[in-house]
């Protein structure tokens, strides 16, 4: 079964409209279409109704095709948009193109087959774009709530890099072990580390590097910002793959009074 394409067409030209819907039906394409003849129709329909794309006239009785265009954007609109040209407004597509139009066809050049590549190209671009849109959204969003986790959780929360570089530190940082979390940014965690259990600390770090998720319990001391020496117990977990933390985060508790 064919995939059914919902396209307006917004031409004020009876003409030329005839000349579109020719164009489509001999590309042979499943189509279900709505046609408008002005700027204020074209707007009201796009927010009405979704479709796949939309072919646009440059020239539109009530306003153009760029201030078509621009509107649609700005209102969060999906649409793909292809703009129709007269001869020699190629420089005008262009501009159409940098806001926000998918492609641009010559109304004197119209052929099925262009019209019917256009339309895939422009429809699958833009569904390309909505769903990398989406997941920088969602990225954004759990970032969100990490960054609100760590910020308020009594444990140290630390990101390293797979070279044991530190990238963030939460700032209970402070509190625990009396370092300023932007002090320890760039330095290598392994620094801070006793060095009685340096060694081994940095087989067990490969290890972790070497499967994802999350290590059994560590404990090691790390030198306080006074000399001293903490005990911490230490939960790895190795995220380097993640999309939205790519590093080691190690959830690090002060367990000095226990171990005395």
Same mark, same amino acid.
Not at 122 to 151: D, G, K, P
Not at 165 to 171: F, N
Not at 211 to 223: S, T, V, W
């Given at each position: 079964?064919?995939?059914?394409?919902?396209?307006?067409?917004?031409?004020?030209?009876?003409?030329?409209?005839?000349?579109?819907?020719?164009?489509?039906?001999?590309?042979?394409?499943?189509?279900?279409?709505?046609?408008?003849?002005?700027?204020?129709?074209?707007?009201?329909?796009?927010?009405?109704?979704?479709?796949?794309?939309?072919?646009?006239?440059?020239?539109?009785?009530?306003?153009?095709?760029?201030?078509?265009?621009?509107?649609?954007?700005?209102?969060?609109?999906?649409?793909?948009?292809?703009?129709?040209?007269?001869?020699?407004?190629?420089?005008?597509?262009?501009?159409?193109?940098?806001?926000?139009?998918?492609?641009?066809?010559?109304?004197?050049?119209?052929?099925?087959?262009?019209?019917? @590549?256009?339309?895939?190209?422009?429809?699958?671009? =833009?569904?390309?774009?909505?769903?990398?849109?989406?997941?920088?959204?969602?990225?954004?969003?759990?970032?969100?709530?990490?960054?609100?986790?760590?910020?308020?959780?009594?444990?140290?929360?630390?990101?390293?890099?797979?070279?044991?570089?530190?990238?963030?530190?939460?700032?209970?940082?402070?509190?625990?072990?009396?370092?300023?979390?932007?002090?320890?940014?760039?330095?290598?965690?392994?620094?801070?580390?006793?060095?009685?259990?340096?060694?081994?600390? @940095?087989?067990?770090?490969?290890?972790?590097?070497?499967?994802?998720?999350?290590?059994?319990?560590?404990?090691?001391?790390? @030198?306080?910002?006074?000399?001293?020496?903490?005990?911490?117990?230490?939960?790895?977990?190795?995220?380097?793959?993640?999309?939205?933390? =790519?590093?080691?985060?190690?959830?690090?508790?002060?367990?000095?009074?226990?171990?005395?």
């Amino acid at each position: 079964m064919k995939e059914i394409l919902k396209i307006l067409v917004v031409d004020d030209d009876e003409v030329d409209r005839i000349a579109v819907r020719r164009a489509l039906r001999a590309a042979g394409l499943s189509l279900e279409l709505s046609e408008v003849g002005s700027y204020k129709e074209a707007i009201a329909l796009l927010q009405q109704q979704s479709f796949d794309c939309a072919l646009l006239d440059y020239r539109l009785p009530d306003g153009d095709g760029l201030t078509l265009i621009r509107t649609v954007r700005e209102a969060g609109i999906q649409t793909a948009l292809i703009v129709l040209t007269g001869q020699g407004d190629e420089q005008i597509a262009v501009a159409l193109m940098k806001a926000g139009a998918s492609d641009y066809l010559s109304k004197g050049k119209l052929a099925p087959e262009s019209l019917s @590549r256009s339309l895939h190209n422009a429809i699958r671009l =833009r569904q390309a774009e909505t769903q990398a849109a989406a997941a920088n959204q969602r990225l954004r969003e759990s970032e969100a709530r990490f960054r609100s986790l760590v910020q308020n959780s009594s444990d140290i929360i630390t990101i390293l890099t797979a070279d044991g570089t530190i990238h963030y530190v939460s700032p209970s940082i402070e509190r625990i072990l009396g370092y300023q979390p932007e002090t320890l940014l760039g330095q290598s965690a392994f620094d801070y580390v006793h060095d009685s259990e340096l060694a081994q600390l @940095r087989v067990t770090f490969a290890k972790i590097l070497a499967q994802p998720g999350i290590a059994p319990p560590l404990e090691f001391r790390i @030198r306080h910002a006074t000399g001293h020496w903490i005990d911490l117990e230490v939960v790895a977990n190795n995220l380097l793959q993640d999309p939205g933390v =790519r590093g080691v985060i190690l959830n690090s508790r002060d367990i000095t009074e226990r171990k005395h």
